[in-house]
């Protein structure tokens, strides 16, 4: 991905793909960058987006709603895509249940 300005209410979700990331945008298209999911968490401007497993880094404002299945907890998006959040980000749902889209 060149420097050029993305706006973030389009981006629905980032996902990692090895040393690539893929931005998935609500329009339904892809743009792939080459850096890590980690370094664009990292980034100022993606503060607000949400790291639920190792794989995905979401935008809370297409976050639709949280449910439990078994002890597993799934995220639902917008689009109808479900999350499974891991054990170790479990501390991620405070933060969904607190974003005032919510």
């Not at 060149?2 to 998935?24: C, G, P, V, W």
């Not at 100022?44 to 497993?53: A, C, I, Q, S």
């Not at 949280?66 to 891991?86: A, D, P, Q, R």
Request: proline share 3%; with cysteine.
């Amino acid at each position: 991905m060149k420097n050029e300005t993305i706006n973030l209410n389009r981006i629905m979700y980032l996902k990692a793909d090895s040393n690539y990331t893929e931005f998935h945008f609500t329009c339904g298209k892809k743009q792939l960058s080459p850096r890590t999911l980690k370094h664009h968490q990292n980034r100022h401007e993606l503060k607000d987006f949400l790291r639920v497993n190792n794989s995905l880094l979401l935008n809370p404002t297409y976050i639709d709603g949280v449910c439990k299945k078994n002890s597993t907890s799934i995220v639902k998006l917008k689009n109808g895509m479900e999350v499974v959040v891991s054990r170790r980000r479990q501390n991620v749902l405070q933060a969904i249940k607190q974003h005032p889209s919510h």
